[in-house]
């Protein structure tokens, strides 16, 4: 009996160590577990942190200088949609075909008070204006761009083909040369459904790197607190070749300026809505031909913070533009 009870015992001791062994097992893969999510965390974060709605950043260059965004979407909880702080440039959305703007073959000059030829003929008012269809827009061709030389569909957006024959960029290098190569490969490709024009009969697709704003996609500059209207940067105004800046808006007293949106006037073929400057209190034009090439360019691009760190921003907001920007709100 004796020798039973012993082994009983043994027995017992040894389902104990097993039982310590086993929990001290548990804990340590419990330990390693919590060791490693915290590490990657920790790793994730020095990628890139995800900002805030409304939230000003640094990303890419262009003319030399930092660009400033703001961030007026997010997305998947890594992927924010940003949007340039003030206009970067000014230039025509697309040439006119003709190569001369408001002009045909012959000579025939479209310019007019009264309704012309060209107001009537939808396919005319393409050739002698510029098309508003935004897949195949310059300017969505030059945004798109990191080359040094872009190479545009039919005449590009040549200097004689403008409105006043100022600002041609078809010598431009693409907007994206000013980016680099772990900026651009941050940038996330957007599925971008835009209104047809009166010649398209129906919505375009297109697939965009950097892109322009459709005027539904403005209530997201609403919702992060961000100014729908804004000023041009330094760098813009110096090399704009037009004095429109202050004909329109500095001779009218506002700082804010016109900047193109990327939807056509539904019942033309050469007009694009623009981002009015703030004298009046519309929000919207569309008597803008896509040839006028002194109109500001506001771009916007998708990126995903997990490919890069995006650095605070210094916001330069104008209390004038905000509150005239909220008083149209």
């Given at each position: 009996?004796?020798?039973?009870?012993?082994?009983?015992?043994?027995?017992t001791?040894?389902?104990?160590?097993?039982?310590?062994?086993?929990e001290?097992?548990?804990?340590?893969?419990?330990?390693?577990?919590?060791?490693?999510?915290?590490?990657g965390?920790?790793?994730?974060?020095?990628?890139?942190?995800?900002?805030?709605?409304?939230?000003?950043?640094?990303?890419?260059?262009?003319?030399?200088?930092?660009?400033?965004?703001?961030?007026?979407?997010?997305?998947?909880?890594?992927?924010?949609?940003?949007?340039?702080?003030?206009?970067?440039?000014?230039?025509?959305?697309?040439?006119?075909?003709?190569?001369?703007?408001?002009?045909?073959?012959?000579?025939?000059?479209?310019?007019?008070?009264?309704?012309?030829?060209?107001?009537?003929?939808?396919?005319?008012q393409?050739?002698?204006?510029?098309?508003?269809?935004?897949?195949?827009?310059?300017?969505?061709?030059?945004?798109n761009?990191?080359?040094?030389?872009?190479?545009?569909?039919?005449?590009?957006?040549?200097?004689?083909?403008?409105?006043?024959?100022?600002?041609?960029?078809?010598?431009?290098?693409?907007?994206?040369?000013?980016?680099?190569?772990?900026?651009?490969?941050?940038?996330?490709?957007?599925?971008?459904?835009?209104?047809?024009?009166?010649?398209?009969?129906?919505?375009?697709?297109?697939?965009?790197?950097?892109?322009?704003?459709?005027?539904?996609?403005?209530?997201?500059?609403?919702?992060?607190?961000?100014?729908?209207?804004?000023?041009?940067?330094?760098?813009?105004?110096?090399?704009?070749?037009?004095?429109?800046?202050?004909?329109?808006?500095?001779?009218l007293?506002?700082?804010?300026?016109?900047?193109?949106?990327?939807?056509?006037?539904?019942?033309?073929?050469?007009?694009?809505?623009?981002?009015?400057?703030?004298?009046?209190?519309?929000?919207?034009?569309?008597?803008?031909?896509?040839?006028?090439?002194?109109?500001?360019?506001?771009?916007?691009?998708?990126?995903?913070?997990?490919?890069?760190?995006?650095?605070?921003?210094?916001t330069?907001?104008?209390?004038?533009?905000?509150?005239?920007?909220?008083?149209?709100?």
């Amino acid at each position: 009996m004796h020798i039973l009870h012993s082994d009983k015992n043994n027995i017992t001791d040894k389902r104990k160590k097993a039982l310590e062994i086993i929990e001290m097992i548990v804990v340590v893969v419990i330990c390693m577990i919590m060791y490693f999510h915290e590490k990657g965390v920790s790793a994730q974060n020095s990628v890139g942190t995800v900002p805030a709605l409304g939230d000003s950043v640094v990303f890419g260059t262009y003319l030399g200088e930092p660009i400033e965004w703001r961030v007026i979407r997010v997305e998947n909880d890594a992927e924010v949609v940003l949007i340039a702080e003030k206009i970067l440039t000014m230039k025509a959305f697309n040439a006119a075909e003709s190569g001369k703007f408001n002009y045909d073959d012959s000579g025939n000059c479209y310019w007019s008070v009264d309704e012309t030829e060209a107001d009537r003929d939808l396919n005319l008012q393409v050739y002698v204006r510029g098309s508003s269809r935004w897949a195949d827009s310059d300017i969505r061709e030059w945004l798109n761009s990191d080359k040094e030389n872009v190479i545009y569909d039919g005449i590009g957006p040549v200097m004689s083909a403008m409105s006043a024959q100022k600002n041609g960029y078809v010598n431009e290098p693409g907007f994206l040369n000013g980016f680099t190569e772990q900026e651009k490969k941050a940038i996330v490709p957007t599925e971008n459904v835009t209104k047809g024009n009166a010649l398209d009969g129906g919505e375009v697709h297109s697939t965009d790197l950097v892109y322009l704003l459709s005027q539904d996609e403005l209530s997201w500059l609403t919702e992060a607190d961000v100014n729908i209207r804004t000023k041009p940067t330094a760098q813009a105004l110096e090399q704009d070749q037009t004095s429109w800046y202050n004909l329109f808006s500095l001779e009218l007293g506002v700082d804010a300026y016109y900047w193109w949106l990327r939807e056509p006037v539904p019942d033309m073929a050469s007009n694009c809505y623009i981002v009015d400057n703030g004298y009046t209190s519309n929000l919207l034009r569309d008597d803008k031909p896509v040839g006028l090439e002194g109109i500001g360019v506001r771009p916007a691009v998708k990126v995903d913070t997990t490919k890069i760190t995006l650095s605070c921003g210094k916001t330069q907001g104008n209390d004038a533009i905000e509150q005239e920007a909220s008083d149209v709100q």
